[in-house]
């Protein structure tokens, strides 16, 4: 079988996901816990009698870490700018805020809005209602709408993305 290079991107994602928020997470996560303990804890007499043995040790640090983990990551979303700032970037970056998404937004959503765009501005100019610069304007509209249904790209993704770094 013959895997096409969507394909292979597709496999590449589902890797580094699966790999770094699932396996690495749970090892690394263990192993903190195993060279805090065996390196430090075992090593500072007041410690090691605080924590006699590694369960106790796991239990405490999961019981503090894990409530103090969420609160960090509550920070981060909600009050922090670091978040905004990621947001800021996978939005610049994602071709689709410069194509349209296959699915309902191209197959239904925007040829019915293309349509009532071309049916409003009929009636508007037969009711003499539009001036020269709102016919330019929906042109252009009627133009990018178009190129949007038919799958291509409004904007320019590039030129944006390399600006700003």
Known sequence: MILSSKSIFRAWY???????????????????????YYLAIRNVPPLLDAFPHFTE???????VGVPLAVIVGWV??????????????????????YKLPPGYAREAS????????????????????????????????????????????VGSPRRELSSLL
């Open 14 to 36: 589902y890797f580094r996901q699966g790999y770094s928020t699932y396996l690495t997470f749970i090892l690394g996560y263990a192993s903190t816990l195993v060279t805090v």
């Open 110 to 153: 925007f040829p019915v809005m293309l349509s009532m765009l071309r049916l409003l501005r009929r009636l508007s100019e037969a009711n003499g209602l539009m001036t020269d610069s709102e016919k330019i304007e929906l042109d252009e509209l009627d133009k990018k709408m178009v190129i949007l249904v038919s799958g291509g790209y």
């Open 57 to 63: 040790f796991g239990i405490l640090a999961t019981t």
């Open 76 to 97: 981060h979303m909600k009050r922090s700018r670091l978040y905004s700032s990621e947001a800021d970037i996978a939005n610049e970056a994602s071709p689709y805020n």
